[in-house]
């Protein structure tokens, strides 16, 4: 695989931010541009949140999906902005329910994307144990927390596999494509469940005592600016939602 499990490769980073961080910016970034207003103090709480991921994709070093990501949302706010106040009827539907999701929903996803691919299942272990959740939630989240990247490593795999073959949509052969990529992904996804869940109890996740970890995580300066972003934006978001003031 393109890295190990178990060794972090964010230490050479200039900024690395605690998984806890990390989290509470994903579910903080999700909610306020989900549910949040666009007036107000929302105009400037809302495009500090959108660049979030855009800066740490970059401080990274993952160019490629920092650039996916802006060209995304770029796309996404000039349909909101220049094409929606020109179309009418159901070609305005379609472009307000598109331009209006991609807007809404990308970031909060990139921000997951960039914890699940920075973080390792020892870094998100300890910072279960530090916020003291029970192994019953922590062992499940720590399975599924490497599940959907490897996934996505063994669907590359396939693709691999199938181009050399001459298999894909372009070649004249669509049956054969769903067929050949699909089937052994279902396969694959059987087979990596029960590989993690087992490397999980083999790693002592469930033991009944105390697990040590050979990571290093922690609050620094940077965490408790990103944190008190957190607390500022949900704080407009209920003052928003409410109509406080």
């Known amino acids: 695989m393109a890295r190990e499990f178990m060794q972090s490769t964010s ?24 549910g949040g207003g666009s007036g107000g103090i929302m105009n400037i709480i809302r495009p500090a949140l959108v660049l979030v991921p855009l800066l740490l994709f970059c401080i990274s070093g993952k160019w490629k999906s920092a650039a996916i990501y802006a060209a995304a949302y770029s796309c996404a706010f000039a349909g909101e902005l220049f094409l929606v106040p020109v179309t009418t009827g159901f070609v305005n539907f379609m472009i307000v329910a598109c331009c209006g999701m991609f807007a809404r929903f990308m970031p909060g996803i990139a921000m997951g994307s960039y914890l699940v691919n920075t973080t390792t299942v020892s870094e998100f272990m300890a910072a279960m144990e530090r916020m003291h959740l029970p192994q019953k939630l922590s062992i499940p989240l720590s399975v599924m927390f490497r599940f959907f990247p490897t996934v996505g490593e063994e669907y590359g795999a396939i693709g691999d596999a199938m181009r050399m073959r001459g298999i894909r949509f372009g070649g004249g052969k669509p049956g054969k494509m769903l067929e050949y990529r699909m089937v052994p992904l279902m396969v694959s996804c059987v087979k990596i469940g029960e590989e993690l869940s087992a490397s999980a109890l083999t790693r002592g996740l469930g033991a009944p005592i105390h697990r040590t970890n050979i990571c290093k995580i922690g609050i620094r300066p940077y965490d408790l600016a990103a944190m008190l972003l957190c607390v500022v934006s949900i704080i407009f978001l209920l003052i928003d939602k409410f109509s406080v003031i």
Do not use: E
């Not at 903080?28 to 541009?33: F, G, R, Y």
């Open 11 to 34: 230490q050479n980073n200039k900024i690395v931010l605690d998984p806890r961080t990390k989290m509470l910016l994903a579910v903080t970034i999700a909610s306020v541009l989900i």
